[in-house]
């Protein structure tokens, strides 16, 4: 079982829908949690940590489920712009790395 | 832009040669982590450099290996290469060691035939 794993999508969805993503993981010790977001063929940047509490930035946010081991990015009124692979991210201190899920495509159209 | 450079952009090399991949970290970050990442994949682990020495690393075989410079800029060499190889190679840069917060550069991406 991979330690994190993600729908591989695509997700089509309309301009101004709301589209949410899930991610799994396995290592319950695991502390901390991160969405980024990779567009076509460029590195991957941050999008926003993730907290049991939750954590919101304007149309994003993301929450972290400790009990089922998931993680969730709703993103409310898509835009064009928001069209790229959303990579769900766990932080492993014991080992100073970042390990990726398989990422999730998202595509808005007009 | 996080400051993080890494050469060359593109690079294509046949099976069984060697290659050297660059990457210079943003000012004041003395940790390089670099990872591949295949087609349709997550980034994957290879390594960590903190202060000129290994780290941590991934599960990738010793023909993987690299170098920390005193400036911090770090290489990664990869021996002998293999038609799975091919893949965009990042290198993530972080204030210290046990920092979650890693700055990618923009890769290269390595083609072997």
């Known amino acids: 079982r991979k330690e994190v794993e993600q729908d591989p999508g695509p997700f089509n969805v309309p301009e101004g829908a709301t589209v949410a993503f899930n991610c799994t993981y396995s290592?319950?010790?695991?502390?901390?949690f991160f969405w980024y977001r990779q567009d076509c063929r460029k590195e991957p940047k941050l999008l926003m940590s993730v907290y049991s509490s939750g954590n919101e930035d304007g149309r994003f946010t993301a929450q972290l489920n400790r009990a089922s081991q998931y993680i969730s990015l709703l993103i409310r009124d898509s835009k064009l712009s928001d069209s790229a692979t959303y990579l769900c991210v766990r932080f492993s201190g014991g080992y100073n790395k970042l390990i990726f899920g398989a990422g999730t495509r998202l595509a808005v159209h007009p | 832009e996080t400051g993080v450079t890494q050469s060359p952009t593109h690079l294509i090399k046949t099976r069984g040669q060697q290659v050297t991949l660059r990457c210079s970290s943003q000012?004041?970050?003395?940790?390089v982590s670099w990872y591949q990442q295949a087609l349709g994949q997550g980034p994957q682990f290879i390594f960590q450099y903190y202060r000129e020495e290994e780290n941590g690393r991934g599960n990738f075989p010793p023909r993987f290996s690299g170098l920390q410079f005193p400036n911090y800029s770090s290489e990664l060499n990869v021996n002998a290469l293999e038609l799975d190889d091919s893949a965009l190679y990042l290198c993530?840069?972080?204030?210290?060691?046990?920092?979650?917060?890693?700055?990618f550069g923009p890769g290269t991406r390595l083609t072997v035939t």
């Open positions: 000012s004041g970050h003395n940790t």
């Open positions: 290592n319950s010790a695991s502390q901390s």
């Open positions: 993530a840069s972080s204030l210290g060691q046990g920092d979650y917060e890693q700055y």
